[in-house]
């Protein structure tokens, strides 16, 4: 069920007992939230554990408990879109529980998934006592209808009443919401309930068949024996089998089910529940033919004329044209006066205002997605870009601003070679060669702080960084120098693990001035130009192996 009652038992709690005691019975039962979600479905368990819990903690029983959801049931009741309603139902407590059903139908629109209980109230002798029939498909309830009862009379119509139970048990007359429950209502106080009709003051004015036919095309007439006598224009063109004239007369169950309520139908079922209204489903499907089954809802009316005959009035149930169509009707087929006309367009301009916000909601998910992906690309291209030019450079080319020459007048560089790589690829297979380089420049790739130092290129086994470039610094020789030793460790690291023993890594390191840009041919490239760029070279090409030699600018 529904969050509601649990809320509602929630908020009963921590009003009768306190904030302490509610926390208690929460820490007890160890899974339950801060809030309960009044839009959220939990299991009933929960909601009969708090009551017997809160039942043992309290010394009173399951049904008092129950009982005393009442004023904070009918306290949500005044605070929600549903307050205005319950004011207008009836104007004493007879009339509003005999339309109790409405208020369940109404909240139906916003708890789509809530199974509510079935009422009707049925009149005694005495104009002071009635009883109310409550059905529900879940047992233990009669405390919580009594409370709510007791209290809507109290709040609503100041009303002192007395309630019995007269039954609690199982209607087995019934196909669903057969936990039964007899309430007999006893009005104590002055209010008189006047519900029943004064004395007929028509003044013997009657409309003919044919204009009563017209003007109500779904209605139905039957008698005692559930014999169909006549039926509305509209029923006519699809049960052609009913004639007026004719001598067969089909029962209303040869052609109906009763869908609510959950009745088989009978002429007993039928009276009993004379205040409740009916929905009921056409099942003759040779009548049919190929059109999809009907449904019509309303109300059976007892003829005081003749209390051999009751009347069905009743609508044509239908939620879309489409269904409209498929049925076999046509708009044509509801009287002016009938609202159904303007629901039905007005349904219509809601699903396709629906069916609107679904594609949106398609299109927006597309979107997100596509934003994702887009994302993921740009993240790739900017780790592309940064492998291809210094940060700040990458900004401006990817703003779309001109790349303009910079002369960085003192900036150090390293440049590396792998002694003895070509011998290594006449004696081993070119994968395991390609595969070590890997190995060994990605190592080299995870000493390089990028926000000092910038690695220009890697062409075959020559590997070159430099410092100082995106800002003047003083310790631009001191980073390129600390980098070269960290790489001949990770070298000698790589090559312990390795039968490598060839090779050898060679370091050259100069410091002075260069001139860097960007050259754009089909893929832009950073490139760095100078005599300090040949000069490091020439520095690293003279080294010895397994050293580093630097020249006498970076050592001042």
């Known amino acids: 069920q529904y969050g509601l009652i649990n809320h509602i038992i929630q908020a009963l709690l921590k009003t009768k007992f306190g904030n302490e005691f509610w926390e208690k019975i929460r820490n007890k039962m160890g899974h339950l939230p801060d809030e309960f979600e009044i839009q959220k479905l939990y299991d009933d368990k929960v909601t009969y554990d708090m009551v017997k819990k809160t039942a043992r903690d309290t010394g009173l029983t399951v049904d008092e408990i129950f009982e005393l959801i009442g004023p904070c049931w009918l306290d949500w009741i005044e605070t929600s879109p549903y307050a205005t309603l319950i004011h207008v139902i ?29 009422f009707k109230c049925q009149e005694t002798q005495d104009p002071q006592v009635y009883r109310l029939h409550y059905y529900s498909n879940r047992k233990h309830l009669k405390g919580m209808a009594i409370g709510i009862i007791r209290d809507i009379a109290r709040s609503l119509y ?12 199982i209607a087995e007359n019934r196909l669903a919401y057969k936990n039964h429950i007899i309430l007999e209502i006893h009005e104590l106080g002055p209010y008189n309930t006047t519900w029943h009709l004064g004395e007929d003051e ?13 003007i109500f095309p779904f209605h139905i007439v039957f008698d005692n024996e559930l014999k169909i006598r006549r039926i509305g224009n509209s029923l006519a063109k699809k049960l052609p089998q009913i004639q007026c004239n004719s001598n067969y007369r089909p029962r209303l169950n040869e052609l109906f089910q009763c869908l609510k309520p959950p009745l088989m139908l009978t002429l007993t079922n039928i009276l009993d529940n004379i205040n ?10 040779e009548s049919l ?22 009347l069905f009035m009743s609508s044509l149930v239908v939620k879309k044209l489409v269904d409209l169509k498929r049925q076999g009707f046509y708009i044509s087929d509801f009287p002016l006066h009938d609202k159904s006309r303007d629901l039905l367009l007005l349904q219509q301009y ?3 205002e629906q069916d609107l916000n679904v594609q949106v909601e398609r299109l ?19 780790q592309l870009m940064s492998s291809m030019m210094p940060a700040a450079m990458q900004k401006l080319y990817q703003d779309g601003q001109i790349v303009r020459a910079q002369n960085c007048p003192q900036v150090s560089l390293l440049v590396a070679s792998l002694i003895g790589v070509t011998t290594l690829c006449q004696e081993k297979d070119p994968v395991e060669i390609i595969d070590f380089l890997n190995i060994l420049l990605a190592q080299f790739d995870s000493l390089l702080d990028t926000s000092s130092i910038y690695k220009v290129e890697t062409i075959g086994d020559i590997y070159m960084v430099i410092s100082g470039l995106s800002q003047s610094r003083d310790d631009h020789a001191e980073i390129v120098a600390q980098l070269g030793l960290n790489m001949l460790d990770q070298v000698d690291s790589i090559l312990s693990l390795d ?13 002075g001035s260069v001139i860097t840009g960007v050259i754009k041919n089909a893929v832009p490239r950073y490139s760095v130009f100078g005599n300090a760029v040949k000069f490091a070279g020439r520095i690293e090409s003279y080294g010895v192996p397994g050293t580093i030699h630097i020249s006498s600018a970076t050592q001042q």
């Open 364 to 382: 927006t998910a597309q979107l997100h997605q596509t934003t994702r992906l887009l994302q993921a690309e740009k993240s790739k291209v900017n």
């Open 90 to 118: 009836g104007p004493n407590l007879y009339c509003l529980l005999n339309n109790l059903n409405t208020l369940y139908n109404h909240l139906g629109t916003s708890f789509t998934h809530m199974m509510p209980p079935e």
């Open 158 to 169: 100041n009303l002192k009443i007395d309630i019995t139970v007269l039954y609690d048990g």
């Open 202 to 214: 028509s003044n013997g004015c009657y409309i003919s068949d044919q204009i009563f036919n017209s």
């Open 276 to 285: 409740s209204d009916f929905i009921m489903e056409a099942i003759d499907q």
């Open 499 to 511: 039968d490598n023993r060839s090779i050898q890594l060679r370091i050259g390191i100069h410091s």
């Open 350 to 352: 809601h699903q396709v």
């Open 289 to 310: 033919g190929h059109y999809q089954t009907f449904q019509l809802k309303g109300q059976m009316i007892r003829l005081i004329d003749n209390n051999s005959y009751i």
